[in-house]
């Protein structure tokens, strides 16, 4: 099977475009979290000046914002290598070789977890279940799901990810 | 050929992540290219997933099922006549003869895989919308009570009565009251939300809308982890059809009631699964905890009564509105009316869904139904209720699914997950896994939890290196105490759970010989 969808393609911030983004949500209740992950979605990461546009615009202090934004762990403050790539370490895909995954993951992606490889190809990142136990071990690159993983196959996704950035 | 052969491919986020997409698109072309006239539906997973991708045709004696499917066997599967629903090497029968899904008794899952998830037609042909209709005929307090009656508890695990949650915010006063649903899914080994959501979401939505009339409330939120995208967007396309067909909106059905319904997603906290964090995160704010009380049915999302329910727990209200309280608390034992869709995976040759009543035993649920460990290997301990939930030897298999039997056993039922484990598992690393876990998704608010799962790590850690094993066992009994004690929710209290499990059924990995220090330390 493909291992990978289209590859996500991202603005260029802009605060207009991020102004936009905010006036989205208009009218929404306590809309803060939905707009970082619509400016997330938009842009593939927090710009800085995002805080000080939020902070104004929906009546907050910016600590209050830049709270919101470090204590989630999807929200990023840089942009992500080409494919982001979360593999589940959660309690099912342990028990059938997560932690082998983890290991050559890391070698054939040329990355640690919670980091990007030099080529910037692919952000290496850890997760605690994708719910989808039934079918473990496994993984998520970018929005697709991929289950019965195995060393072999990441090592075929890393051919894949190779494939298409070169 | 004029007849329309219908032909089942799951659009389910699991079956598509073996291939279930490439599958659908193989054998659109080979029907193209043989010019048979087929109808492709994308249904919900059956819940059977080592044989996803599961395709099934609809043939004259019902559906027959062919699994697991690759897309290089779709050739194959034409060339043999898997159209007329003739035998194949992938060939399973019948799809509702599968003795896996024929021992279950499905009630909240009964439409789960039947038909494509968005389709009204189907979602009203299969009983849907009876449990709304039902609703709308009864007063407010009828509605809570025969959910009481029914002797639901909270499917997410705390396991608290549904009816009686509903009845506190019906009586609490005032001018806006929310329904907040529960999707953030944490829980390793748990996936039942997920299925439901993208697999029956119009029952969601159903559900939700009940709910809202039952307490007073005209605005409904889904709370969907982030790692759930495809979840995310079904509901949204839910949502939408519910306001085309007026389910949604200014008249529920016509009716002189109104609910209004909208998705929100997390962004990768899994504290946001405990109820006040996820109103915090609801309003935008750090998925902190609130300390309670006050209770959220009190003062919840924005300080407003609110009911939150776990997606099963509400999905589980429309058959009991639509076949009577009593059909629901026929089944199960003791105080655990009704079904659990239990949810198996971890080392197992069977991993799916079982929805059966509760009392049914672990082993029944594991070696029966799962067939043991997918590695043939001694299974050796079965994680159950989540990352927080006890680790339970083999040897206690015979335990029933009951929220009492589990908690007079050290165990928690949770939200039904049970992850198996085979004789390879090295218990005391699971056991420092869990406190890893803890330290990582604490909220930081209180201190047992914050600063206790941190040196919880570190105390395992000196004894797995046969550090003074015996003080250190006793700190880490002390430190799991005051986290039980002291911690202000469910995670810094219930990270100690499978901790102590270890110590309690696996002392000799974490140093100890039947119980004791071991001499050679």
Not at chain 2, 10 to 17: I, M, T, V, Y
Not at chain 2, 33 to 42: F, G
Not at chain 2, 107 to 128: E, H, K, Q
């Amino acid at each position: 099977m493909n291992y990978l969808a289209e590859p996500k393609q991202f603005a260029s911030w802009s605060t207009d475009a991020a102004r936009e983004v905010v006036l989205r949500h208009k009218g929404e209740r306590g809309p803060l979290l939905e707009i970082l992950n619509d400016l997330q979605g938009t842009f593939g990461y927090i710009h800085e000046d995002a805080i000080a546009i939020l902070a104004e615009e929906l009546n907050l202090s910016q600590a209050e914002v830049y709270g919101v934004v470090t204590f989630y762990k999807d929200l990023r403050t840089e942009a992500p290598g080409g494919f982001l790539v979360k593999i589940c370490r959660g309690e099912s895909c342990q028990s059938v070789g997560a932690d082998k995954l983890v290991e050559s993951a890391q070698e054939v992606f040329e990355t640690k977890l919670g980091s990007t490889n030099s080529e910037r190809s692919v952000t290496l990142e850890e997760v605690f279940c994708l719910g989808n136990c039934a079918l473990s071990p496994a993984i998520m690159v970018d929005e697709k799901l991929i289950g019965r993983m195995s060393t072999e196959r990441i090592a075929e996704l890393a051919d894949e990810i190779r494939g298409v950035t070169l | 050929m004029t007849e329309v052969i219908q032909v089942y491919v799951p659009k389910d986020s699991a079956a598509r992540s073996v291939g279930a997409d490439d599958i659908a698109v193989a054998i659109a072309q080979q029907a193209a290219r043989r010019q048979i006239n087929i109808e492709l539906v994308r249904n919900g997973s059956r819940g059977m997933f080592w044989l996803e991708p599961l395709v099934e045709v609809l043939t004259p004696a019902g559906r027959v099922a062919y699994g697991p499917v690759s897309a290089a066997d779709v050739e194959g599967l034409f060339d043999s006549g898997f159209l007329e629903g003739k035998d194949h090497r992938l060939s399973l029968g019948l799809t509702e003869a599968i003795p896996y899904l024929a021992s279950q008794n499905r009630v909240t899952f009964a439409r789960m895989g039947l038909s494509d998830p968005l389709s009204v037609d189907a979602y009203i042909a299969n009983g849907g919308l009876s449990g709304l209709k039902a609703a709308l005929s009864m007063s407010q307090n009828d509605i809570v009570l025969a959910v009481t009656k029914s002797g639901i508890r909270g499917r997410g695990g705390a396991g608290f009565p549904t009816g009686i949650k509903w009845k506190t915010v019906l009586e609490a006063n005032s001018d806006q009251k929310f329904v907040c649903c529960n999707a953030d899914e944490g829980d390793s080994g748990t996936y039942a939300d997920r299925m439901l959501m993208e697999g029956d979401p119009l029952l969601l939505i159903e559900a939700m809308i009940i709910s809202g009339i039952a307490v007073g409330a005209t605005e409904g939120y889904i709370y969907v982890r982030s790692e759930y995208p495809d979840a995310i967007s079904t509901l949204k396309a839910a949502i939408a059809i519910g306001y085309q067909n007026n389910w949604l909106g200014q008249s529920v059905l016509g009716s002189d009631h109104s609910f209004d319904l909208y998705v929100r997603s997390g962004a990768g906290a899994y504290i946001c699964g405990e109820e006040t964090a996820m109103l915090e995160s609801l309003e935008g704010r750090r998925g902190v905890i609130r300390a309670k009380p006050p209770l959220p049915a009190i003062e919840g999302l924005f300080q407003k009564p609110t009911v939150v329910n776990n997606v099963l727990s509400l999905a589980a209200v429309p058959s009991i509105l639509a076949k009577g309280p009593e059909f629901y608390s026929e089944m199960g034992i003791a105080k655990s009316r009704g079904t659990q869709v239990f949810q198996l995976s971890g080392n197992l040759a069977r991993p799916g869904i079982v929805e059966v009543p509760f009392g049914v035993t672990l082993d029944t649920l594991i070696n029966e139904f799962g067939g043991g460990s997918r590695s043939s290997r001694p299974v050796k301990a079965a994680q159950v209720g989540g990352p927080l939930g006890s680790y339970i030897p083999s040897s206690k298999f015979d335990l029933k699914m009951d929220y009492e039997t589990f908690a007079a056993a050290n165990a928690m039922v949770g939200h039904g997950g049970i992850v198996v484990f085979d004789d390879t598992a090295n218990m005391g690393r699971q056991a420092r896994f869990a406190m890893e876990f803890c330290s990582v998704e604490s909220c930081g608010k209180c201190t047992p939890c914050r600063i206790g799962s941190v040196r919880g790590v570190e105390v395992i850690d000196r004894i797995l290196s046969g550090q003074d094993v015996y003080a250190n066992v006793e700190l880490l009994k002390d430190l799991c105490q005051t986290m039980i004690d002291g911690s202000l929710c469910a995670m810094g209290g219930l990270t100690p759970m499978p901790v102590l499990s270890v110590l309690e059924h696996f002392p000799e990995e974490l140093g100890l010989v039947n119980g004791q220090l071991a001499a050679s330390r």
